[in-house]
């Protein structure tokens, strides 16, 4: 079924520069491919023949299989590479790395990458399209989306709904691509946690900072929760994970302080016990693994529109 969906971008680099409306078709994309996959319908022929290359570069477990269902779902073929199956490992410039894709006729390159800008910098090297799959501390904008989209089926709309984002939101590249994602669809965003992870700088992005948990929660319509980026800090940011969740972890004592119907989410990975209780991660206000399934279905949408918009095709989506 062809669509008159507008979508002119060959590449997912980050939400920022994307509209309400652009952001509103992936949606619409994202719709109609859950609904052929609620009916059985796995299959999808829009990226047959074609061939989606995995760049990670950082590990991943979510992300990484979500864009290999995504795009075998589209019926591409997907090849995987990793930092240390890579020539990179040798000296290779990732540069090299990808006009070598390029020339063995990949047809997209989604790539995660720890150092910020990199596959902003891959889109101006290759002609084929490029998704982000989470640049450094800078951005993950498929995250954001599928964020967006699970909150938008329990809701219908983000316009006035409080979303409160708890924990490590300094070095979040999660963090940073939902604020803007959730506030260009109408939200209003309070950020939480130690002062050290939450600096009032974040301020200039128009949103609420908040170093009470409390505030933070009682009034919130979702509240997804951020582990401890580890890996990206240089300096110990409080002094102990202990000591974390005695002020910052959600528990079921704290998860009264949440109004009814208000739904718990997390990106994954969880470190239960620190960032959230495993009882509340896996009761009824929790959707965390619904996200688990609507990253699937975001990123086929994401692959489908930016091949479509690259190969000047007119935009078909399953009945």
């Not at 990808?98 to 290759?126: C, F, Q, T």
Request: proline share 4%.
């Amino acid at each position: 079924m062809s669509q008159s969906l507008s979508w002119n971008r060959k590449d997912l680099i980050d939400v920022e520069p994307l509209s309400r409306a652009e952001i509103e078709t992936i949606f619409t994309a994202a719709t109609a491919f859950k609904k052929a996959m609620n009916a059985d319908n796995m299959k999808q022929p829009y990226l047959n023949g074609r061939t989606v290359v995995n760049l990670f570069l950082e590990p991943s477990t979510r992300t990484r299989l979500a864009f290999e269902v995504a795009a075998s779902r589209l019926s591409a073929d997907t090849i995987t590479v990793t930092g240390a199956a890579s020539s990179l490992t040798k000296g290779e410039t990732l540069r090299d790395t990808a006009r070598n894709m390029e020339a063995l006729k990949a047809d997209i390159i989604i790539m995660r990458h720890s150092a910020s800008g990199a596959p902003n910098y891959l889109s101006k090297v290759v002609d084929i399209p490029v998704i982000n799959a989470g640049d450094g501390s800078h951005a993950h904008p498929t995250q954001a989306l599928l964020d967006s989209f699970t909150l938008l089926e329990k809701f219908g709309s983000l316009d006035g709904k409080k979303i409160t984002i708890l924990g490590d939101i300094l070095f979040s590249r999660v963090a940073r691509s939902n604020i803007i994602c959730l506030q260009k669809l109408g939200a209003k965003v309070t950020i939480a946690g130690p002062s050290t992870l939450v600096p009032k700088a974040f301020e200039g992005m128009g949103v609420t900072v908040s170093h009470k948990l409390q505030p933070a929660l009682e009034d919130a319509d979702a509240v997804m929760l951020l582990r401890i980026q580890h890996e990206r800090q240089t300096a110990t940011h409080f002094p102990s994970i202990g000591e974390y969740t005695s002020s910052f972890g959600l528990n079921k004592d704290r998860a009264k302080w949440l109004k009814p119907g208000a739904i718990i989410m997390h990106p994954g990975p969880i470190n239960r016990g620190v960032e959230i209780d495993s009882e509340l991660a896996d009761s009824s206000q929790s959707v965390i693994l619904q996200q688990v399934t609507n990253g699937i279905v975001v990123r086929m949408a994401i692959l489908h529109l930016c091949s479509c918009a690259y190969h000047k095709q007119a935009i078909e989506l399953p009945n």
